[in-house]
């Protein structure tokens, strides 16, 4: 099983900047970042295909946050700038393991991001 390892979250203020890493144990494909805030059901941030590399973003981070990957090191990244106090929440990273299965089958146990007002 594929392990996920995220990284780089933590308190900041609005309008401030910071910098998710994934990490993975093994081979991965598709790779995605989920948040779940508290009260809140998990909702979906950005992913990124294996091929042809293209991204897509939810609606409330469109423009502000930029995804991207490293497929020689299994590594997934995700950009946030100007975040938002609604931006909160426990940041996942998922991944495919197969490249003929789309189910996100690997997912890491989260980081925290805080955004202060």
């Known amino acids: 099983q594929v392990q996920l390892v995220e990284s780089g979250g933590g308190l900041v203020q609005a309008g401030d900047s910071l910098r998710l890493s994934c990490a993975a144990s093994?081979?991965?494909?598709?790779m995605s970042w989920f948040r779940q805030a508290p009260g809140k059901e998990r909702e979906f941030v950005a992913s990124?295909?294996?091929?042809?590399?293209?991204?897509y973003y939810s609606d409330y981070v469109k423009g502000r946050f930029t995804i991207s990957k490293d497929n020689a090191k299994n590594s997934a990244y995700l950009q946030m700038n100007s975040l938002k106090p609604e931006d909160t929440a426990l940041y996942y990273c998922a991944a495919t393991t197969s490249p003929t299965h789309s189910a996100w089958d690997s997912w890491g146990q989260g980081t925290q991001v805080t955004v202060s007002s």
């Open positions: 990124i295909s294996w091929m042809p590399d293209s991204t």
């Open positions: 093994g081979r991965t494909y598709d």
